[in-house]
């Protein structure tokens, strides 16, 4: 008798700890396979805090999201073909002149500001209305300005990165560099003790949002809910402290 209630105790023990066991380790686990992401490699000292962002977002959505750190026009490419799931980021104006917009998720990110870069002794006004017939360099891949530049009579000129703008403005080989807020700081910085020839002044902000690959459609509902609700809370805005960012208000439900 008494070795059988030893037995008996015993496998209760087991028993629970099967128990506490299952219950920890699909507390840990996130739904679904882990989705890979499209980052801007070019985001430079900002990108740690956008992957921690991203990669948030997609934890309290109970999803899995890895991050691969490529250029811009690789992360176009790859989405094109479908080697990747989603896309950190884009602008509005990227998403409407792609059709892109059943691939979205409708709460924007954030809005970021398009600013103009120039030396003081261009004599340039700092408004965009005076672009005309100056040749603006632009940050490749910011694809509102590769639109509004034309627009404004300038004559654009595409650069890859950020390293070439300080040489490239002071030999003339353009007039004005547009890049996006986050970007203008790492450009003013490249300038060491010449920024103070520097000038630089806000053209415009542009919403930014989330995109993903349409076998993903179902998952857009519940990362839209799940960043709006951390607007509502400020966990969004506690984690948007990146020079040059700007707030976007609630998405209205028609």
Known sequence: MKKMLLCFIAS?????????FDG??????????????GADETLGTHYAAFEKL????YDRAGLCAQSVAMAPKRIEQLMKSGELDGDWFRPSEY????????QVVPQALFGLEAR????????????????????????????????????MGGIPFAVPGGSQVKALLNHGRIDVYATSSVHALNVVN?????????????????PFYHLLQSRHADKIGVL???????????????????????????????
């Open 12 to 20: 209760l023990a087991l028993g629970n700890a099967a128990i506490s």
């Open 24 to 37: 920890d380790s699909h507390a840990a686990e996130p739904s679904g396979p882990c989705l890979k992401l």
């Open 54 to 57: 991203v990669t948030l977002i």
């Open 95 to 102: 998403i409407a002149t792609r059709g892109l917009e059943q």
């Open 116 to 151: 103009l870069i120039w030396l003081k002794d261009k004599g340039f006004s700092g408004n965009a209305q005076d672009l005309k017939g100056m040749k603006v360099g632009y940050r490749s891949g910011f694809r509102w300005l590769e639109t509004h530049i034309p627009l």
């Open 190 to 206: 490249s300038f060491g003790e010449d920024a103070s020839t520097l000038m630089t002044s806000h053209w415009a902000t542009e």
């Open 224 to 254: 839209n809910t799940t960043i709006q609700s951390m607007i509502k809370s400020g966990e969004l805005a506690a984690q948007l402290t990146m020079p040059g960012i700007v707030p976007v208000p609630l998405l209205t439900q028609n």
